[in-house]
């Protein structure tokens, strides 16, 4: 039978590029002139440390643009508050990966709305799909592009025939 898994990923590489490009525009720009502002990718999460909070909205604008540029979706950023402190200002944003419980669920059940042949599990940090016909796979995979539907980039990952 046909399957493929719905998964919510990204290139690790890619961010760590992006950030560095970020670090580097950020160093270069005539506003952040003189400014102590830098990037630090942590694993998942990148801390972001400028004066003021300010400009810690505009190093936000770079790393979305930068994250985008190299192909990782920007629904990945969960942002945090900023800490304000007399001298420093610093956020950290955590790039999630995976579907957590409640939005596999929320996939699962959007499947089962549309009345189309198929079968979807939860498997760990991914769903599943499986089906008789590959037109209601790929019809799966459309509903779930075009639909407003969970705050996680989705990819279609192990297409099987």
């Known amino acids: 039978m046909p399957s493929f898994d719905i998964v919510s990923e990204f290139d690790q590489h890619e961010a760590s590029n992006a950030v560095d490009q970020a670090n580097r525009e950020v160093q270069s720009r005539f506003d952040f002139k003189g400014v102590d502002a830098s990037f630090a990718l942590e694993g ?4 972001l440390e400028a004066q003021v909070d300010f400009q ?14 190299r192909g990782i979706d920007a629904r990945c950023m969960d942002i945090q508050d900023p800490e304000l402190s ?25 499947i ?4 189309l042949k198929v079968q979807a599990q939860i498997q760990g940090e991914k769903v599943r799909v499986t089906g008789k016909k590959r037109d209601d796979l790929q019809g799966v995979m ?20």
């Open 86 to 110: 007399g001298v420093k200002a610093r956020q950290e944003v955590v790039l999630k990966q995976g579907l957590d419980a409640a939005e596999a669920k929320d996939v699962v059940k959007r």
């Open 142 to 161: 459309a509903l779930l592009r075009g639909e407003e539907g969970p705050e996680l980039p989705l990819q279609f990952d192990n297409f099987r025939d």
């Open 56 to 69: 810690l909205k505009q190093m936000l604008d770079v790393l979305r643009g930068r994250l985008i540029a």
């Open 112 to 115: 089962k709305a549309s009345k």
């Open 44 to 47: 998942e999460k990148v801390q």
